[in-house]
């Protein structure tokens, strides 16, 4: 592999979002996109499985094996944090529970960006033009999407008691919880199809492969973004400074990344996409200057562009098992 690269678009991450967009995005065939994943294939079968992701989290093959910090709620226990290192990320290491979030999530985004494309009615349109729901199109899903929905194909006494009891108590019983209220106890949906696995790598990134334009690099770690003085074409571009991410002192060339023992660096003529997950898209900005000052400071790193909630707030739910 030469010491340098270049293309139009590079994505950093094949997850759930990575996958999609090298789909959408090299779909002009001019246009030259490099997907980078810092894991292997996802050809073990352990990931077809469904019950495999028993087997593939906390595995290094295709999980990062993150810890959290010591929570005082835990009795100080540090528990395993799991985030695909795979190709299709998470998707192919997760439970494959399908759920939206609550509307009023999406409205609340709306009001902060000041951008109703957030809104319920509009990310709903969206869902529904991704999805393949296998009962066919109504008025929360689509089917002429790539993404297979399907209900779980075995039921349990057990869980049918547990749904029982809950309506006895005030829960109500539905059977729709991606509707935008997800209040109520019902059985959840899967991104499977017929009984396997349906991954966003599946859905989106295999079917398109062979692409020329399309350049897929696994086991690549991308080691920092590269930032340059911003240009004189981004400054005098308004559609530009309408982005929430645009500096006026900085923007991002290209990325340098380690890949069978070589630093390689790769330029991107007109964009670089995050997508590397919650841990490592702001792990990655942290490390190529972009952040709160005070602590890249603190880790040596000097401050490019002083941005306040990089690498915090991050909220995730736990599993009672």
């Known amino acids: 592999m030469p010491a340098s690269l270049e293309f139009d678009t590079i994505i950093v991450g094949a997850g759930s979002a990575g996958c999609l967009l090298a789909n959408r995005l090299s779909a002009d065939p001019k246009h030259r996109v490099l ?5 292997g294939e996802d050809d073990w ?5 469904p019950v495999g992701y028993l087997y593939t989290i906390a595995n290094p093959r295709t999980d990062w094996c993150f810890k959290t910090e010591p929570d005082p709620g835990l009795n100080q226990r540090s528990i395993h944090y799991a985030r695909g290192r795979v190709i299709g ?22 009001e902060l960006t000041g951008d109703s494309r957030w809104a319920w009615d509009a990310t709903l349109k969206t869902y529904k033009s991704l999805e393949n729901y296998f009962a066919g199109a109504n008025a929360w899903h689509g089917d002429q999407g790539e993404m297979r929905v399907e209900q779980p194909r075995v039921q349990w006494e057990i869980l049918d008691a547990w749904r029982k009891a809950a309506q006895e108590q005030g829960i109500p019983a539905i059977e729709e919880f991606n509707r935008g209220d997800n209040e109520g106890c ?33 086991k690549a770690q991308v080691l920092q973004l590269n930032l340059i003085p ?14 929430a991410w645009y500096s006026a002192a900085w923007e991002v060339s290209g990325l340098d990344l380690l890949h069978a023992g070589s630093r390689v660096t790769a330029h991107a003529k007109d964009q670089v996409i995050l997508s590397a997950g919650s841990i490592g898209s702001p792990q990655l900005l942290q490390v190529s200057g972009i952040g709160a000052h005070h602590h890249l ?17 991050l909220q995730d739910h736990l599993q009672i098992r």
């Open 35 to 39: 997907l980078l994943e810092a894991g």
């Open 297 to 313: 400071d603190a880790i040596g790193v000097k401050t490019k562009v002083d941005l306040s909630g990089v690498g915090e707030n």
């Open 45 to 49: 079968f352990w990931i077809k499985i």
């Open 230 to 243: 911003t240009q004189p074409q981004t400054q005098n571009n308004p559609q530009q400074q309408k982005n």
């Open 89 to 110: 990320g998470s998707s192919s290491i997760n439970a494959m529970i399908y759920m939206r979030g609550q509307a009023s999530d999406y409205a609340r985004w709306a």
């Open 186 to 218: 019902a059985y959840f949906q899967m991104t499977q199809k017929k009984g396997v696995r349906w991954s966003m790598a599946d859905a989106y990134l295999h079917p398109i492969r062979h692409r020329q334009n399309l350049t897929i690099l696994t």
